[in-house]
Nanobody, 113 residues
Framework: QVQLVESGGGLVQPGGSLRLSCAAS??????LGWYRRAPGKQRELVAT???????RYANSVKGRFTISRDNAKNTVYLQMNNLKPEDTAVYYC?????????WGQGTQVTVSS
């Protein structure tokens, strides 16, 4: 069993920054990442990172978002800079494992003036 506990998120003005954190417990995880779901849209992969540091980003966030992790703490971070209104969504921490995928409870990010 894996548990994912997210923190961060909130309301920010366009151009602002936020940092999301997700602590994974219960097992060592190779890949950790973030998805998001905006109102009326399908779930979208935002970024993933492997335990070795290999990263992958959605084109829409490249150059603005940075994913990182602390393997000792089994924690993944998403630094979001230059936020835009279209980044408004519920962000979910994600951990794929053999047999099943795990998800956090979600944290709301709202970008609005």
């Amino acid at each position: 069993q894996v548990q994912l506990v997210e923190s961060g998120g909130g309301l920010v003005q366009p151009g602002g920054s936020l940092r999301l954190s997700c602590a994974a417990s219960g097992s060592s995880i190779n890949v950790l990442g973030w998805y998001r779901r905006a109102p009326g849209k399908q779930r979208e992969l935002v970024a993933t990172i492997s335990s070795g540091g290999y990263t992958r980003y959605a084109n829409s966030v490249k150059g603005r978002f940075t994913i990182s992790r602390d393997n000792a703490k089994n924690t993944v971070y998403l630094q979001m800079n230059n936020l835009k209104p279209e980044d408004t969504a519920v962000y979910y921490c994600y951990a794929p494992t053999v047999g099943r995928d795990y998800w956090g409870q979600g944290t709301q990010v709202t970008v609005s003036s």
